[in-house]
């Protein structure tokens, strides 16, 4: 390299390009874009988990006037657990229903600004759309019944007493 660069001088026509060296620059931008971009979308997410947790916790824990009632009238804990789980898990069907569709719409309308710009193809992952639909599932199931230990324990008429 530095024999050639003696050749060429100060020729300001000609410039040495250094391909590998290009490449590796490329390849840090790469990894610097990703990681930024996954981090991004692991904290993003992250917050969402715990929103809808934190969402399908509330919901339950101020509906145990309700499930008392319900115990009261002849409904078992089994009965109780499993209305609760079919919650849950339609929480999770519904939230990636509109999940997915609002997924696709965006990257329907990204795709068409930027396929002006650099040629772009339409891509639709099915096959990540169906893990975050089985994720969102389990996460809905899992919130749902997290809430159920703590109701577990209480008493049917204390609760039903419990002033709003």
């Given amino acids: 390299m530095a024999k050639i660069e003696e050749i060429i001088g100060n020729n300001a026509i000609l410039?040495?390009?250094?391909?590998?060296?290009?490449?590796?620059?490329?390849?840090?931008?790469?990894?610097?874009?990703?990681?930024?971009?996954?981090?991004?979308?692991?904290?993003?997410?992250?917050?969402?988990?715990?929103?809808?947790?934190?969402?399908?916790?509330?919901?339950?824990?101020?509906?145990?006037?309700?499930?008392?009632m319900l115990q009261a009238v002849g409904m078992t804990g089994k009965d109780i657990r499993k209305m609760i789980a079919t919650e849950g898990i339609l929480y999770g069907i519904f939230g990636a229903f509109f999940g997915s569709i609002t997924g696709v719409g965006c990257s329907i309308i990204l795709f068409t600004i930027l396929s002006g710009i650099r040629g772009f193809e339409l891509t639709i992952?099915?096959?990540?759309?169906?893990?975050?639909?089985?994720?969102?599932?389990?996460?809905g199931l899992v919130s749902a019944l997290i809430p159920l230990r703590k109701m577990k324990n209480q008493n049917i008429i204390e609760n039903i007493r419990e002033i709003d």
């Avoid at 490449?23 to 692991?42: D, H």
């Avoid at 992250?46 to 509906?63: M, P």
Wanted: cysteine-free; hydrophobic content about 55%.
């Fill in 15 to 68: 410039n040495i390009i250094n391909q590998i060296d290009e490449v590796r620059e490329r390849r840090a931008m790469f990894v610097k874009v990703n990681t930024l971009v996954y981090g991004f979308i692991s904290v993003i997410t992250l917050i969402g988990i715990i929103n809808i947790a934190n969402t399908v916790a509330t919901n339950l824990l101020l509906r145990k006037k309700e499930f008392a």
């Fill in 125 to 139: 992952y099915y096959d990540v759309i169906a893990i975050a639909t089985i994720m969102s599932i389990l996460i």
